[in-house]
């Protein structure tokens, strides 16, 4: 059964009145990261009907990563190079640790980025440094993803559903306070995790293939 995400356009619509965020900046990076990234890969292959483990900024010390697909949401590449993991999926938004990125990048991560109006000077940054295998955006496009989400966190596990898998499990989702392996966030950071709970709820609700660990 297909993931839909019709549900999903209202909710958008709310973040970006809350949240002040600009359609007409949505487009300018979209156009923007279709010009300076050229994405190689099958991301399909790597997630259909596969058991797959997002790793959220939240993550504790004493918490071990299944062995299952492991997608880093940002910065919390950080935790899994910790653990001696180079994760198979990054994530990004590009406001995490991004010389780690880099890094596991050249060692097989493959890098999910996404563009959006705040972060135009990033992708211009790294344009050079990163080889992405697909590219996403806050509204699809012809060059461009878009499975919706709001956080790194909450945007894999709808990329992971879109994309076919079995079942999605959770760890390091922390709705309370702001996780260590947060990279760059502004003030607002837990208005933002109150809206990655409202996502995360209603995907565990829709399909039966989110499980919080």
């Not at 839909?4 to 965020?21: A, C, H, M, R, T």
């Not at 300076?36 to 993550?59: C, D, F, H, M």
């Not at 990054?90 to 980025?113: F, H, Q, R």
């Not at 012809?142 to 992971?160: A, K, P, Q, V, Y």
Request: with cysteine; hydrophobic share 40%; proline share 3%.
């Amino acid at each position: 059964m297909s993931f839909g995400i019709d549900w999903w356009w209202p909710l958008q619509e709310k973040i970006n009145s809350q949240f002040g965020f600009s359609k007409s900046r949505e487009k300018v990076s979209s156009r923007l990261i279709s010009r300076l990234y050229q994405p190689r890969g099958n991301l399909s292959e790597l997630l259909l009907n596969k058991v797959v483990t997002v790793v959220g900024a939240g993550i504790a010390d004493n918490e071990a990563i299944p062995d299952n697909v492991v997608i880093a949401a940002d910065g919390a590449v950080s935790a899994c190079l910790e653990r001696n993991l180079i994760p198979d999926i990054i994530v990004t938004d590009l406001d995490g640790n991004l010389p780690e990125m880099v890094w596991a990048n050249k060692k097989g991560s493959k890098l999910v980025v996404h563009a959006h109006g705040d972060n135009l000077s990033k992708l211009f940054e790294f344009s050079n440094e990163i080889q992405a295998i697909s590219l996403t955006t806050t509204y699809p496009s012809s060059m461009t993803n878009c499975w919706g989400g709001f956080t790194d966190g909450d945007r894999s596990l709808m990329m992971s559903l879109g994309m076919g898998a079995n079942l999605v499990n959770l760890i390091g989702f922390n709705f309370e306070e702001i996780g260590e392996y947060t990279g760059k966030f502004s003030p607002k950071k837990l208005q933002k995790l109150s809206w990655a709970r409202k996502i995360v709820d209603i995907c565990k609700k829709e399909t039966g293939k989110v499980q919080i660990i």
